[in-house]
Every structure is written in structure tokens, then in C-alpha cells.
């Protein structure tokens, strides 16, 4: 049997959170927090069975989005939406709200029912007023967790819509009364989300990036005693087994499971059953990495060496800056190891950025920053090529 309802919850890391959330630590959040963590390692779970419901223990009110949930509709429309379904449940007090934050079309915040082939908010109305709205017919905190919300940088409308969210918070945080708002920003890739905060022409220019907590030893034994329960007697994991499994599958619990579920069923005798899932987890990780190797070696040495840098930056975080003369130094130097021309200039490394995007290895944001699509590569790009690759 495959333990699939089981929930390890991580109550005291939501309540370290909000208690930043709320000014009450060191770490103070009310400016905006801004969580970085590789996709598939618990976050948006995390999110959903452990932060939101702190918040609403607090007598907040969440309201989440999850921008990379449907990649094929604009991240604007997207949180204008989830602003709209949270307004709509307030809809009885939403009349004389509205009139109070200088929005002249109550009619249309009546039928809140929003349909995501158009999703908009009502005509002249921006988000600072819509959040004002839902401040006071709420009666709450507002907390909007935008979850994978580097990708508002694809498009110039979320890129205005981080903006207008900063406003908001300028203006319902304005000092005159209770705060009114908090935001909350995750991201798969640090690189990715750092650009909402690194320049001073980005919304939330000096705002810092905080790592997000990998699941620890405590989930290796939560997740051990949970598949042990539904094993016979004869047949159980060791947590040093696993955690040697979780670790080469990047600590993501969904490889981890799959691992499990295939060294686990109708196989074999305690006795072999950690070898078992330790080869499982080799095999998982080989399978990720082979991708990886497979995109590489289909690439010129130019654009092999620009990924290498890439994985360099990240690891070292670092911003990767493409046309400076430090990183052309950087890519010369690798070509030059592998034998290659050293080629790396502007007009070289534009044409090289544009087929790493087209083979979706590199991603670029509406103004121009580069990033690993995938930031998990940076790992296979920066291991020790002597080991798998002969140099």
C-alpha cells in the first residue's frame, strides 16, 4: 500500500513566519517576504497545510495564488482573480466599501463571479483599492501568498502588477492605523525572484530573499514510521537508508515517494530492502541527470560554457550579468579548457542566450535578466565533471 494522505506538518516554521509576518521577531516581514526554494521540495504544501492556516488562527485572511499553476493565463489576471474571488464572499458589505475607496462601479463588484477568459477587475479599479475594499468589508489582516511569483516577470502586466501590489502595501501600511496587508512571495529559483528585488528600478528594491527550509531529519523519520506502518514486520526501511535516498533526490518528496513505492512493493526481505531504495535513488537521480546531460551535449561549446557559468553564479550566489566583461572573461576561459575558440562577445552570447531559450534551458524576464529555467541544473553543472565526464 502506497502512504499517500499522510501530512507532515512543520507548525513551529509557520509560526516562526508569521510571527515575522506580525513584527514580533527580528526578522521583520511586514515589507514583504520573499521565500526561494527548488520546485518539488514542499514548498506550495507547505503553504497551503501550514502557513495559510496560522494565518487564519491569527484572524487573518489568506488569499493565495499559485501563478505556475496555469502558466497560459497572464499573472496579472491571475491575483486581479483570486483578489475578486476573495471580495466576492464578502459581497454583502462590499457597497458601501467601495464607495468609501472612490469606486464608482458598485454594481459590477456585485457580481464578483469571475470568469477567467476576462478576468479583470472592475473598470478603473486598482488593485490598492480593491485590497482596500477587501481590508474593510473582511475586518482582517490581509495576507497574499503569491506562490511561484517570479513568473509575473514574463509578461510587462505582472511585472506593472508587482507595482501596484507595492503600492498597496505603501498605502494600506501607510501608518495612520493598523496595517492592512502582508505580502508573501515564493519562488523555485532564487535567481528568478531575486529580480523583484535587486535593482532599484524593481518593485521591491532592497527587500531580501530568504531561503525556505529543506525538510529535515525530522520528515526522514515522519516518512520512515508512515511507509514502516504498511510494511510487514520483515520488511522495514532504516532512516539512515533514507536519508541517504532523500538526499540524492534533492530532498523533493515526491521523487523520495516514488522511490519508495517501487523498492517497496513485493520485494524482497528486510535484508535487502535498503539496497534496494538506495539504488532506486541512484537510479532517480541518474535518470534527471541524464536529461540534463542529454540537452548539454546537444549544445555548441559557447553555449555549454554559458550554461557552466550560469550553474557557477547561482551556486555562488551570484547574479549572472550576461554582457559584462567579467562573465565574457568567465566563458573564454571555459572554452579555452575544452580546447575551444574564445568567441564569447555581445553579438556571440545574445545569439547563444536566444537558443538556450528556444530549448527551454534559460529563461529571460520581461526586462531583460537571464536565469536556469530549471535552477536544480546548476547542481549537475557545477559537480565534479572529472568523475562522469573524463576532463
Given at each position: 500500500?502506497?502512504?499517500?494522505?499522510?501530512?507532515?506538518?512543520?507548525?513551529?516554521?509557520?509560526?516562526?513566519?508569521?510571527?515575522?509576518l506580525?513584527?514580533?521577531?527580528?526578522?521583520?516581514?511586514?515589507s514583504?517576504?520573499?521565500?526561494?526554494?527548488?520546485r518539488?521540495?514542499?514548498?506550495?504544501?507547505?503553504?497551503?497545510?501550514?502557513?495559510?492556516?496560522?494565518?487564519?488562527?491569527?484572524?487573518?485572511?489568506?488569499?493565495?495564488?499559485?501563478?505556475?499553476?496555469?502558466?497560459?493565463?497572464?499573472?496579472?489576471l491571475?491575483?486581479?482573480?483570486?483578489?475578486?474571488k476573495?471580495?466576492?464572499e464578502?459581497?454583502?458589505?462590499?457597497?458601501?466599501?467601495a464607495?468609501?475607496a472612490?469606486?464608482?462601479?458598485?454594481?459590477?463588484?456585485?457580481?464578483?463571479?469571475?470568469?477567467?477568459?476576462?478576468?479583470?477587475?472592475?473598470?478603473?479599479?486598482?488593485?490598492?483599492?480593491?485590497?482596500?475594499?477587501?481590508?474593510?468589508?473582511?475586518?482582517?489582516?490581509?495576507?497574499?501568498?503569491?506562490?511561484e511569483?517570479q513568473?509575473a516577470?514574463n509578461?510587462?502586466?505582472g511585472?506593472?502588477?508587482?507595482?501596484?501590489?507595492?503600492?498597496?502595501?505603501?498605502?494600506?501600511?501607510?501608518?495612520?492605523g493598523?496595517?492592512?496587508?502582508?505580502?508573501?512571495f515564493?519562488?523555485?529559483?532564487r535567481?528568478?525572484l531575486a529580480?523583484?528585488?535587486?535593482?532599484?528600478?524593481?518593485?521591491?528594491?532592497g527587500?531580501?530573499?530568504?531561503?525556505?527550509?529543506?525538510?529535515?531529519?525530522?520528515?526522514?523519520?515522519?516518512v520512515?514510521?508512515?511507509?514502516?506502518?504498511?510494511?510487514?514486520?520483515?520488511?522495514?526501511?532504516?532512516?539512515?537508508?533514507?536519508?541517504?535516498?532523500?538526499?540524492?533526490?534533492?530532498?523533493?518528496?515526491?521523487?523520495?515517494?516514488?522511490?519508495l513505492t517501487?523498492?517497496?512493493?513485493?520485494l524482497?526481505?528486510?535484508?535487502?530492502?535498503?539496497?534496494?531504495?538506495?539504488?532506486?535513488?541512484?537510479?532517480?537521480?541518474?535518470?534527471?541527470?541524464?536529461?540534463?546531460?542529454?540537452?548539454?551535449?546537444?549544445?555548441s561549446?559557447?553555449?555549454?560554457?554559458i550554461?557552466?557559468?550560469m550553474?557557477?553564479?547561482?551556486?555562488?550566489?551570484?547574479?549572472f550579468?550576461?554582457?559584462?566583461?567579467?562573465?565574457?572573461e568567465?566563458?573564454?576561459?571555459?572554452?579555452?579548457?575544452?580546447?575551444?575558440?574564445?568567441?564569447?562577445?555581445?553579438?556571440?552570447?545574445?545569439k547563444?542566450l536566444d537558443v538556450l531559450?528556444?530549448?527551454?534551458?534559460?529563461?529571460?524576464?520581461?526586462?531583460?535578466?537571464?536565469?536556469l529555467?530549471?535552477?536544480?541544473?546548476?547542481?549537475?553543472?557545477?559537480?565534479?565533471?572529472?568523475?562522469?565526464?573524463?576532463?
Open positions: 500500500m502506497q502512504p499517500t494522505r499522510s501530512i507532515f506538518k512543520r507548525e513551529a516554521l509557520a509560526a516562526t513566519i508569521v510571527g515575522g506580525a513584527g514580533e521577531s527580528l526578522a521583520d516581514y511586514s514583504g517576504m520573499f521565500l526561494a526554494a527548488p518539488r521540495t514542499g514548498k506550495s504544501t507547505f503553504l497551503r497545510n501550514d502557513l495559510i492556516p496560522a494565518c487564519m488562527e491569527r484572524g487573518w485572511l489568506p488569499v493565495y495564488v499559485d501563478l505556475w499553476a496555469n502558466r497560459h493565463i497572464d499573472p496579472a491571475l491575483i486581479q482573480g483570486v483578489i475578486g476573495a471580495l466576492a464578502y459581497e454583502s458589505g462590499i457597497s458601501k466599501a464607495k468609501k472612490g469606486i464608482e462601479k458598485i454594481s459590477l463588484l456585485r457580481t464578483l463571479s469571475w470568469d477567467f477568459s476576462k478576468p479583470q477587475l472592475p473598470e478603473g479599479t486598482t488593485l490598492s483599492a480593491a485590497l482596500s475594499v477587501l481590508r474593510e468589508v473582511s475586518g482582517k489582516l490581509v495576507v497574499l501568498i503569491i506562490d511569483a513568473h516577470l509578461s510587462e502586466s511585472i506593472n502588477t508587482m507595482f501596484a501590489l507595492k503600492a498597496a502595501r505603501d498605502h494600506l501600511n501607510d501608518g495612520t493598523p496595517d492592512g496587508i502582508r505580502l508573501v515564493t519562488g523555485s529559483s535567481d528568478k529580480m523583484l528585488v535587486l535593482k532599484n528600478k524593481q518593485p521591491f528594491f527587500a531580501t530573499i530568504t531561503p525556505f527550509p529543506l525538510l529535515g531529519s525530522d520528515f526522514v523519520h515522519f520512515t514510521e508512515v511507509w514502516n506502518a504498511r510494511l510487514a514486520a520483515s520488511n522495514q526501511f532504516n532512516t539512515a537508508d533514507m536519508e541517504y535516498a532523500f538526499e540524492l533526490v534533492g530532498r523533493r518528496p515526491e521523487m523520495l515517494n516514488s522511490v517501487t523498492a517497496s512493493v513485493g524482497g526481505e528486510a535484508s535487502n530492502l535498503g539496497e534496494l531504495l538506495r539504488n532506486g535513488a541512484l537510479n532517480h537521480q541518474a535518470g534527471f541527470w541524464s536529461d540534463y546531460e542529454s540537452a548539454y551535449n546537444e549544445l561549446s559557447l553555449q555549454q560554457a550554461l557552466d557559468v550553474g557557477q553564479r547561482l551556486v555562488s550566489k551570484q547574479q550579468a550576461p554582457f559584462t566583461e567579467q562573465t565574457f568567465a566563458i573564454n576561459r571555459i572554452l579555452e579548457q575544452a580546447g575551444a575558440e574564445a568567441v564569447a562577445n555581445t553579438p556571440n552570447v545574445q547563444a531559450r528556444e530549448k527551454e534551458l534559460v529563461w529571460k524576464a520581461a526586462r531583460g535578466e537571464y536565469a529555467e530549471d535552477s536544480s541544473m546548476a547542481t549537475w553543472l557545477t559537480r565534479d565533471k572529472s568523475a562522469t565526464r573524463g576532463c
